[in-house]
């Protein structure tokens, strides 16, 4: 594991946090139109689709630079592009498994988020279970017609395209005859209805296709391909901004810790209990271990290496980590841990947009729970680990969605 920054790689960081400097937004952001303004400003800089292929306006750089931008957008709390669907997991697939004209014809759109993308994967019934999926996706000749629902679709209120998984064959075995699919959402076979989640949001949708079109230059790669690729943006997911995620911990921690110097228990702080410092003790010392994880997986990516499963001991061991981060600020803020509209300001409790969207900790407390859920479950990634790290026997049905999920 390489452990420290080259001359460069330092000096490309203050450059960034120069740029931030003067561009980071005074304001929050309240509309998806300013959202999207700050996502095409952050591209123009040359700091979204970093990786991406320049001859598909991407910047060809370094997965050192792509995190110290994501690390230096941590530090100031920076408002997170939009389309994060798009640039996580859509652009990536295009990019490794689209042909030439697809790349030509949706990479740059993405990058300057003038098409919105959700990602089409989970239905009702198929979730851990992927190649279990029922949607299905008929050959008309000159196009497929789509029918069936799909649900959990983050961003599917605000996306132009989705990024669709649908049965082709149903005669062969289950994750052989799933293909993959650019669905266009604003037509008339397609209906998006937004979820209300416990958090009062409805960043989820339900997709009802009923007899949709999907045009023959929008399948991608071939035909009954489908399982092999959601194994890819599936693992594009896990990979994630790892090291600007422990940044964004840190920073909540240090507030953490200063709300325990404010908040008195029995008339004394409550750092001065020697159970709450061993408590924020014991999780500091958990943040350094994510750290170092980070620090592992991004050495991998410069050597050219894919983490591969080693990716499913990331995401367990992070998701699992917020988790038990937000229980312990829900222990150590009592009530005021539950207020939706924030904490009185003498306090200075407030969060930001890094760890909760609405920036609080109530709401942080709540999203915590997504994390070992979305882009496989921990139950899933353990059976990940357990099958291909560890080599303990597989599990009884070899087609099930752990093999992806
Ligand atoms: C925040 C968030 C965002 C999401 N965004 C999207 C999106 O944009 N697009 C999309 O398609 N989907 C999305 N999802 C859906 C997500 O992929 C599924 O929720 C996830 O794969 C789990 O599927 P499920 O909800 O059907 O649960 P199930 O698969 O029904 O699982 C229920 C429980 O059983 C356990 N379990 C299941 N199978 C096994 C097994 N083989 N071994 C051990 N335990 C098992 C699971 O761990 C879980 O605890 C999102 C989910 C969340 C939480």
């Given amino acids: 594991m390489d452990l420290t920054y080259t001359p460069e790689d330092l000096a490309f960081r203050k450059q960034v946090r120069a740029w931030l400097e003067g561009n980071l937004p005074r304001t929050p952001l309240r509309t998806l139109d300013e959202r999207k303004a700050w996502h095409r400003k952050l591209y123009e800089a040359g ?40 640039l996580g997991i859509v652009g990536p697939t295009v990019v490794v498994h689209g042909n030439e004209w697809q790349k030509k014809r949706y990479l740059q759109k993405i990058l300057t988020a003038e098409e919105m993308w959700c990602q089409l994967y989970s239905e009702p019934n198929s979730g851990s279970d992927l190649a279990s999926l029922r949607t299905r996706a008929e050959d008309k000749g000159d196009h497929f017609l789509v029918n069936g629902q799909k649900i959990w679709t983050s961003g599917g209120k605000v996306a132009d395209w989705g990024l669709l998984l649908a049965r082709t064959d149903p005669a062969v075995a289950k994750h052989k005859g799933i293909s993959c699919f650019l669905l266009y959402l604003h037509q008339p076979g397609v209906d998006v209805r937004p979820l209300k989640q416990i958090t009062g949001s409805s960043e989820f949708c339900e997709v009802f296709m009923t007899n949709a079109r999907v045009e023959k230059e929008n399948l991608i790669g071939k035909l009954g391909e489908g399982w092999g690729i959601a194994n890819l943006t599936l693992g594009y997911e896990r990979g994630g901004r790892s090291l600007a995620r422990i940044t964004s911990y840190a920073s909540q921690y240090h507030r953490l810790v200063a709300a325990a110097r404010k908040l008195k228990r029995n008339g004394r702080p409550l750092v001065d209990s020697p159970v709450v410092r061993q408590k924020l003790g014991r999780i500091w010392a958990e943040l350094e271990v994510e750290r170092y994880n980070a620090l592992r997986v991004l050495t991998q990516l410069e050597r050219g290496d894919h983490p591969g499963a080693g990716g ?94």
Avoid: C
């Avoid at 050192?64 to 669907?85: F, H, K, Y």
């Fill in 312 to 405: 499913s001991l990331t995401k367990l061991s992070y998701s699992e980590f917020e988790k038990r981060f937000n229980e312990l600020a829900q222990e150590i803020l009592g009530p005021y841990g539950q207020l939706t509209d924030g904490a009185p300001p003498e306090l200075g409790l407030e969060i930001d947009t890094a760890v909760g969207e609405q920036g609080t900790w109530a709401y942080a407390f709540l999203w915590s729970r997504a994390g070992t859920i979305y882009s496989g479950s921990s139950e899933i990634q353990k059976n990940v680990i357990g099958e291909r790290i560890l080599g303990l026997p597989k599990e009884a049905r070899a087609d099930r969605a752990g093999a992806a999920r």
């Fill in 47 to 86: 700091y979204l689709g970093m990786g991406w292929p320049k001859e598909y306006g991407g910047g060809g750089a370094r997965p050192m630079e792509q995190a110290i931008v994501a690390d230096e957008m941590a530090q100031v709390n920076a408002p997170a592009p939009t389309n994060g669907l798009g």
